[in-house]
């Protein structure tokens, strides 16, 4: 049930641009992404909703394949403070384990000067 | 910014000790999450709530225990701490059926035993 998330890791240097993978073998109601700094609680970047709804920040994008269960998080113009460990989670539909936010291992982002 | 709270924000206790870790939120949420979260590493969901008397366990087999009597609190019970349970745990907090929206996460309880 958990989703697969790839890279495990990416070095940027300050302005290059990133993509981060997630896909799931179940149907899926929702992708959330977050991204959590060392020592600091996961923070909410973008969710994702069947039908194309999308909210989250301006500077952040994301598309959400329904048919595939595949999402991808573009991070553009990389900052110093993109730095951090990118997670993400989704809500799968049906049976017992819908509303239940699972999350994948995490992709590792180092933005170097 | 969010209102969820948890505490302690770290405890060291020693090994056979019953504890429990608070989480309350003030926005209303129905449903409530906590995960646990070894350094650096992923995050496993250990119980939810859909809202007051609904508990689940989660994907990761946890010996905790979890009761949701209100809908702002969420505590997490320990009967009997060991080695093995030391590790963060996270609680989170988001809107309820049909209403996807972001989890609010707390700070954290980083419990250490020894």
């Known amino acids: 049930q958990q989703p697969v998330q790839s890279p495990q890791a990416v070095i940027l240097r300050e302005g290059e641009d990133a993509v981060i993978n997630c896909s799931s073998s179940?149907?899926?109601?929702?992708v959330h992404w977050y991204r959590q700094k060392h020592g600091e609680a996961p923070v909410f970047l973008m969710i994702l909703l069947k039908g194309g709804e999308q909210k989250g920040h301006e500077k952040i994008s994301a598309s959400f394949n329904e048919k595939k269960q595949q999402s991808s998080l573009y991070l553009t113009a990389s900052q110093l403070s993109y730095s951090g460990t990118y997670f993400c989670g989704t809500e799968m539909r049906g049976g017992g384990s819908q509303g239940n936010l699972i999350f994948g291992k995490g992709t590792k982002l180092s933005v170097k000067p | 910014e969010a209102d969820i709270y948890q505490t302690p924000r770290y405890l060291v206790i020693g090994t056979g000790k019953k504890i429990t870790l608070e989480c309350s939120q003030t926005m209303g949420h129905d449903k409530m999450y906590w995960y646990q979260q070894d350094p650096g590493m992923e995050l496993h969901l250990i119980h939810y709530?859909?809202?007051?008397?609904?508990?689940e366990k989660g994907d990761l087999s946890s010996e905790s225990t979890v009761s949701r009597i209100r809908t702002e609190h969420f505590p997490l019970t320990l009967e009997s701490a060991r080695p093995s349970h030391t590790s963060q745990y996270l609680c989170?907090?988001?809107?309820?059926?049909?209403?996807?929206?972001?989890?609010?996460f707390g700070q954290g309880t980083r419990l250490t035993v020894v």
């Open positions: 989170a907090s988001s809107e309820g059926q049909g209403r996807n929206t972001e989890a609010f």
């Open positions: 179940k149907a899926l109601y929702s």
């Open positions: 709530s859909y809202g007051v008397n609904s508990t």
